[in-house]
């Protein structure tokens, strides 16, 4: 992935003040699957038509138990609470896979708090949709929804600092969701519970999806799918989250199954 499509990614997402319209984020610069493209090239501009290879996130869990390594999973939730934006995106879906690879998730009650704190902040009740939360980002620092939404709430009340300081968290989350998975069937995003995928839409493509549902796919991968019309693309956008680690929270009914 070329380091032009993060940068973008950044100033796109950090431009968006709540309430805001935003320049929407561009497709991935990408390399295709046969090494060419029209200049000659392995890179293609947003506007074009390109397969594209994301990079093979290969840190092992073992370097998240490591109390030396970078990933150590203390390190990385020490910068998550301290809104320190070094942070790589590496080290975040590290924390993802380690709390993921260690059931230290509980997708049910993250949407549980997500939905809660998304209606204070529609209620304007801003001092519970912090309380709430900071209760999800206790649970899951590196949580795109906890991250939004607080910073919603900080803005609200007039606490410009604080907010600014979660929505580039947010946007540091979302890049490294974005540089492992392009929310497509085979490269869903990984994230901690569903909820996220909404938030994602939200900030990064600028509409709600209208339509959701937990899918086991012919994989035996449980993916959460979205699909919604994004009026600024003109376009309805279908995308997809990993959550194969909620299974076992649910049984047959909860989930359709692909065919």
């Not at 980002?137 to 906890?146: A, E, F, H, M």
């Not at 900080?154 to 989350?173: C, P």
Request: aromatic residues 12%; glycine residues 6%; charged residues 25%.
């Amino acid at each position: 992935m070329n380091k032009l499509y993060f940068t973008t990614i950044f100033i796109l997402l950090t431009n968006l003040s709540f309430g805001q319209k935003a320049p929407l984020p561009p497709k991935p610069l990408g390399q295709e699957k046969n090494g060419k493209s029209n200049n000659g090239n392995t890179q293609r501009m947003y506007g074009e038509q390109v397969e594209t290879i994301l990079p093979k996130f290969d840190i092992s869990l073992s370097s998240s138990t490591d109390i030396k390594s970078i990933y150590y999973f203390k390190t990385v939730e020490n910068k998550l609470v301290q809104l320190d934006t070094t942070i790589t995106s590496e080290q975040i879906i590290s924390l993802t896979k380690f709390n993921i690879f260690k059931n230290q998730i509980d997708p049910k009650l993250l949407d549980s708090l997500a939905n809660k704190t998304y209606k204070f902040n529609e209620e304007k009740n801003y001092s519970e949709a912090i309380k709430t939360a900071q209760l999800i980002l206790d649970k899951s620092p590196n949580n795109i929804t906890g991250q939004k939404e607080i910073s919603f709430a900080y803005k609200r009340m007039g606490q410009d600092s604080l907010s600014n300081k979660h929505f580039g968290m947010m946007v540091k989350i979302i890049t490294s969701v974005f540089k492992y998975g392009d929310g497509t069937y085979d490269y869903p995003f990984l994230v901690n519970n569903f909820f996220e995928g909404i938030s994602i839409y939200e900030a990064a493509f600028r509409c709600k999806p209208n339509k959701m549902t937990i899918m086991l796919d012919k994989h035996k991968r449980l993916l959460g799918a979205y699909n919604g019309y994004s009026s600024a693309m003109d376009e309805i956008l279908i995308k997809y989250s990993e959550l194969t680690h909620w299974k076992p929270q649910l049984k047959k009914g909860d989930y359709i199954e692909e065919k």
